[in-house]
């Protein structure tokens, strides 16, 4: 069962404009959400994470909105930038426990020049 | 913020052969870390837990004797694939928690790509 759910697989977008990904929940238990960058045969590096008690996170960029009722989170890059090309993925746990971290499946962002 | 490094970062191996891979916590102890598979375009999947001084917990599906895990110290957490087939070339993945556990962060390293011919 997968319990977290991203989209779109792939993003197309042009320099300049605003990338969004989306990540849907199901296990309420879930208290931290982060969001980790991963450039062609590199690991992944943290991006920007939220927990439930706010709304909005915002880091340069970088936006998480998060929806509790929903049980839905989103990723937003402002003025998208060819360098920020990568795979995006989103995830969850639950807490603090970093076993329990749940990935997405994973949006390949290309951003053109 | 934290250095999680790994080593080697690709590999290419015989059929048959064992490989070993580190996962070193390079400014910080670790008494838990992770490994992760990674396939071309899908996402990272847990394979185990590695504990500093006890055995490793593995996920379902992965088979102990054949992606042994030993943790070594506080800082070093090795991954073997014993008896290496073409069907284990992956890219392997390491992290650990970060000094703030009750975040959940988790500090990868770069990775290793194994290659089976």
């Known amino acids: 069962q997968q319990q977290v759910k991203q989209s779109p697989q792939s993003l197309i977008v042009q320099k300049g404009g605003i990338s969004i990904i989306n990540c849907a929940y199901e296990?309420?238990?879930?208290?931290?959400f982060p969001w980790y960058q991963q450039f062609p045969g590199k690991g992944p590096a943290l991006l920007i994470a939220i927990r439930p008690d706010v709304s909005e996170k915002k880091e340069g960029r970088f936006t998480i909105s998060f929806n509790k009722s929903a049980k839905q989170f989103s990723l937003h890059i402002m003025d998208s930038q060819p360098g920020d090309s990568a795979t995006y993925f989103c995830?969850?746990?639950?807490?603090?426990?970093?076993?329990?971290?749940?990935f997405g499946s994973g949006t390949q962002l290309t951003v053109l020049p | 913020g934290a250095v999680v490094s790994q080593h080697p970062s690709w590999v290419i191996c015989k059929s048959g052969t064992s490989v070993k891979i580190e996962c070193r916590s390079l400014?910080?102890?670790?008494?838990?870390m992770f490994w992760y598979r990674q396939f071309p375009k899908q996402s990272l999947m847990l394979m185990a837990t590695s504990n500093e001084g006890s055995k490793a917990t593995y996920e379902q599906g992965v088979e102990k004797d054949k992606f042994l895990i030993n943790h070594a110290s506080l800082t070093l957490s090795t991954l073997t694939v014993t008896s290496a087939h073409p069907e284990d070339s992956s890219f392997y993945i390491c992290?650990?928690?970060?000094?703030?556990?009750?975040?959940?962060?988790?500090?990868f390293g770069e990775g290793s790509r194994l290659t089976v011919l």
């Open positions: 995830a969850a746990s639950r807490g603090g426990s970093a076993r329990q971290l749940t």
């Open positions: 400014d910080f102890q670790a008494t838990t």
């Open positions: 296990n309420t238990a879930f208290d931290y």
């Open positions: 992290s650990a928690p970060g000094r703030d556990r009750d975040t959940g962060e988790l500090f």
